[in-house]
Structures are given as structure tokens and as C-alpha cells.
């Protein structure tokens, strides 16, 4: 039975759901009761099936294209939640950009392109949810993080400052939020098998694989799962971290 379920109940908008590492967390929260938001920002094709595929599993979800960069695409998708779901508790920002550009080809336009993806659209996706959050008594922000910029990289200068930055801006939510009961941690995939676009560059695949200590890259699903702890009961007193998921490959201190 539906209520029996750890997250009946709970409206989840997960940025960048429509494949990957986004649509199998998409998939997980689902799978435990919680209605989705599936959101993408140009590939409606994608973002529908996947809607699709929660639906026909016996889950809700609704298919929403938004550019998170865009504050009124972002409070529309907001609205659309509220008026199909009844709210939100549960914000997911996984949406994200990859580049790989040496830093004395990058110019500012790309850098800005990159930050305005990975770091203002975490600050405009909290920006419409928490309040929403607030009126239904707590909630979850979670961003999605990354280890190069913790590890050290070349050609990923932009992505690293933008992650360094989320990762910062969710420690200061963690705070600031803790009294309305709202929690914000980052996670921080190493290299998970996932498809990618030829724009990512580095390192990925059994090439990668030979350095971790695990052996393998990560699953979808392995950050899944992680999230799914989080936005849960069992992880409500976990807030203001950064959870390394990556096999191994880096150690945080």
C-alpha cells in the first residue's frame, strides 16, 4: 500500500532527471512513494519517457522542461508542482554543465555559462522551493557535487569553482534553514557510468576504473541511493555535508 511507503506523501523536483544519474534518482524516490517532478531543459523527449516510465511503474510524476538558470522558468516549475502535487518538500539540484577547456582558452562567457547552471541555478532552485518547504514544515535540498575540485584538474577550472561554490552555499543553508527544519547536504559522485557528451572530456570509463581503489566506476543508482537516505526519516539529522560516493578515488579529510 502506498502509505506504507517511506516518502508517500512528499513532491520531489529533481533538476536534470531525464537520464542518468538524475532520472535513476528520480526513479528511486519514486519507487518509495514520493511524486516527482522530472525536469530538463531542452529534450522534451527524454524528460516524457521518463515521466513515462515512473508512471507505468505505478509512481506520479509530471515532465517539466526549465532552463534552472531562468528564475520564472523555475518558480513555473514550482507552481506546476504545487498545483499537481499539493507542494514541495524535496529539491534535488543535479542539473549541470561539462566542459573541458584549458584555462588560457576559456573565455568568460563559458565561465559564466558553467556557473550559472551548477551554482545560481542551486540558489534559484532553493530560492521557489524552500519557501514551500517552510509551509509544509521541512523539507530536503540536496546539491549534486563533484571530486575534482576537491582532488585537483585541468581544464575544468569553471566546474570546479562552481561546485567549490555549492558546496559552500549548502553549508551556509544548513544553517540558516536548520530552525525551519530543512536540511541541505551536497553529495559528490566520483566517476559513475553514465553517458556523456563528447563536451565532458577527461578522464571516464575502464581507463578511470583502474585507479579506484574499488575497482569499477559507481552506478546511477549507488547515488541513488545515497540521496534516498538523505531525503528520508533515517537521515534527518545529517545536514551541512558533503558525502563523498566514488569508490575510493578520493578521501575526504
Not at 45 to 53: C, N, S
Amino acid at each position: 500500500m502506498a502509505e506504507t511507503l517511506a516518502l508517500a506523501g512528499k513532491v520531489a523536483i529533481i533538476t536534470g532527471s531525464g537520464k542518468n544519474i538524475g532520472k535513476a534518482i528520480a526513479q528511486r524516490l519514486a519507487a518509495d512513494g514520493a511524486a516527482i517532478v522530472v525536469n530538463g531543459r531542452g529534450d522534451r523527449a527524454i524528460v516524457e519517457e521518463t515521466a513515462g516510465e515512473i508512471r507505468a511503474a505505478g509512481g506520479r510524476a509530471l515532465p517539466f522542461l526549465a532552463d534552472i538558470s531562468k528564475p520564472d522558468q523555475v518558480a513555473a516549475m514550482v507552481d506546476a508542482a504545487v498545483k499537481e502535487f499539493g507542494g514541495v518538500d524535496i529539491a534535488i539540484g543535479n542539473a549541470g554543465l561539462r566542459r573541458q577547456t584549458p584555462f588560457l582558452q576559456m573565455n568568460l562567457e563559458e565561465w559564466h555559462e558553467i556557473l550559472a547552471v551548477a551554482l545560481d541555478g542551486a540558489f534559484i532552485l532553493a530560492k521557489a522551493t524552500v519557501p514551500e518547504m517552510i509551509k509544509r514544515g521541512g523539507g530536503t535540498f540536496i546539491g549534486l557535487s563533484g571530486i575534482s575540485h576537491h582532488a585537483g584538474s585541468s581544464g575544468r577550472i569553471h566546474v570546479n569553482a562552481s561546485k567549490a561554490g555549492l558546496e559552500g552555499m549548502v553549508r551556509g543553508l544548513a544553517i540558516e534553514l536548520a530552525p525551519h527544519n530543512i536540511t541541505a547536504n551536497c553529495i559528490a559522485p566520483g566517476s559513475i557510468d553514465t553517458v556523456r557528451g563528447a563536451s565532458a572530456g577527461g578522464p571516464h570509463g575502464r581507463g578511470m576504473s583502474r585507479e579506484i581503489p574499488l575497482g569499477r566506476q559507481g552506478r546511477p543508482e549507488e547515488i541513488a541511493a545515497m540521496v534516498r537516505f538523505l531525503v528520508g526519516p533515517e537521515g534527518r539529522y545529517v545536514t551541512g555535508q558533503t558525502i563523498h560516493v566514488n569508490g575510493g578515488l578520493f578521501l575526504a579529510k
